[in-house]
């Protein structure tokens, strides 16, 4: 025959009970912190009057930008092809399907770690032959310490005001019931999308004489959010 476990009003209560009152509080937490990476979107373009030429100026532009991405070495922590296509277009006017021209295009995601890197490696793709460059898109990485402080703070937060009901009553907190986390992720994810503060897309038909310099780019700060619920159960209050 087994033994009742005891028997506890207050678990069964969740709003407690006089002897065993709960307080319920929302803790909040939201720094500002330097980017840590940054994103970059390459579009490589070309366009010929037969498939054939496309494609060899496509392929030859894509292994330029490519080469020149990798010799930069380990700020580049990611360098990824996305989609590529050849498309025709077709003639205006006549019934007849004639292609007038080839048009390719190959899309490369660069990642980089280093920011004086990044300004010098953007200024030498945007001067290369009909290469485009988006970007640059600031984030954190998934295991930045950040997100970790913002939810020890949110913690701290909630305990500091849960506290501060309970004296407010003449009370103490007793215990942690329940902690209920609602989310502590990075305000700017890292996505290339609605890219705010980044520099203005750059499109070059053809690279310049001389070699430009190298942007001077500002790192855009960004934003973590960490959010908790906590319940505590406290003395009896002095009323």
Known sequence: MTQDAPHDPAAHQPYGTPEVPRVAVRGEARLEVDPEIARIGITVTARGTDRRSALDDLTRRNNTVLDLVKSYGEPVEKLETGAFSITPELTR????????AYHGTVHITAELNDFTTLGELTTR????????????????????????????????????????????????????????????????PLAMAAPAGAYRSMSFAGAEEDTAPPLDLEPQRQTVYAQVNARFTMTPPRL
């Open 93 to 100: 006017h006549g019934r007849a399907e004639r292609v007038r």
């Open 125 to 188: 793709l945007a001067d290369l032959e009909l290469t485009r460059v988006d970007g640059p898109w600031w984030a954190l990485r998934p295991t930045s310490p950040a997100h970790g402080e913002a939810r020890r703070q949110a913690v701290l937060e909630a305990v500091q005001r849960a506290r501060e009901y309970a004296r407010a009553l003449g009370a103490e907190l007793a215990a942690l019931v329940e902690l209920a986390d609602l989310g502590a992720e990075n305000a700017a």
